[in-house]
């Protein structure tokens, strides 16, 4: 079965920890993406990848890190320095990313730091 | 920066109303458009996309949209909702410089039966 897997659903952390979410597609897709979405704000994206070992900050990574070693996996890590870091993280993916293609999300990582 | 509006937070329907949902995003120029559903418990999932040619683009389960381009607006349209349309809906714009999307903030459908 083709798709996107994030684990795992529901995370839970003390406030100061570091937090890493796994993202990994089976896609054979070049591009991928984190998106964090809270109620009332829609999704906006944390990190993106076009290719391995290439990625570029969205428009809120501060608090955030990723790596992409293997074409199939995008960590994202949720670091201590993030003010806010409890909210639903999707992860996704594309074709490629430097053309215009549908992306692919996966099922999301409920994060809940106290 | 690109911005993308829906003006329609939430929305309560009988089942076979008519729906409409607004999108108005920014950029001025070449743009692409998406709309995105999340029915509940499941992933988020593309319903329609418009990239160039016939602005009345048609998705999946009866939804349409029309790309109005002088009016920055790509509004989503279903003639008669089911109780199954329950879900949220965003609308999503690329408006170039790679693949990345810019999300509207939502908005939540609930279908009554």
């Known amino acids: 079965d083709g798709g996107i897997t994030q684990s795992p659903k529901y995370l839970f952390r003390k406030e100061g920890q570091n937090v890493t979410l796994s993202c990994e597609q089976n896609?054979?897709?070049?591009?991928m993406y984190w998106y964090r979405q809270d109620p009332g704000q829609g999704l906006r994206l944390i990190y993106y990848?076009?290719?391995?070992?290439?990625?570029q900050k969205g428009d809120i990574a501060e608090g955030y890190s990723v790596s992409r070693e293997k074409k199939e996996s995008f960590p994202l890590t949720v670091t201590s320095a993030q003010k806010n870091p409890t909210a639903f993280y999707l992860c996704a993916s594309s074709m490629e990313g430097t053309g215009i293609y549908e992306q692919y999300f996966g099922p999301g990582t409920r994060l809940t730091v106290t | 920066a690109q911005s993308v509006s829906q003006h329609n937070h939430h929305v309560i329907l009988s089942e076979a109303a008519s729906l409409e949902l607004g999108c108005n995003y920014s950029?001025?120029?070449?743009?692409?458009l998406f709309w995105y559903v999340q029915y509940p418990g499941q992933h988020l999932q593309l319903l329609l996309k418009?990239?160039?040619?016939?602005?009345l683009v048609k998705g999946i389960k009866g939804f349409e949209a029309e790309f109005i381009k002088s009016k920055f607006s790509f509004n989503l349209r279903k003639p008669s909702v089911q109780w199954s349309d329950t879900a949220e809906y965003f609308c999503a714009v690329n408006s170039g410089g790679g693949n990345k999307l810019t999300f509207g903030t939502g908005t939540q459908l609930k279908v009554e039966l």
């Open positions: 990848s076009q290719i391995v070992n290439d990625f």
């Open positions: 418009y990239f160039s040619g016939d602005p």
């Open positions: 950029y001025g120029g070449t743009v692409n």
């Open positions: 896609l054979n897709h070049d591009a």
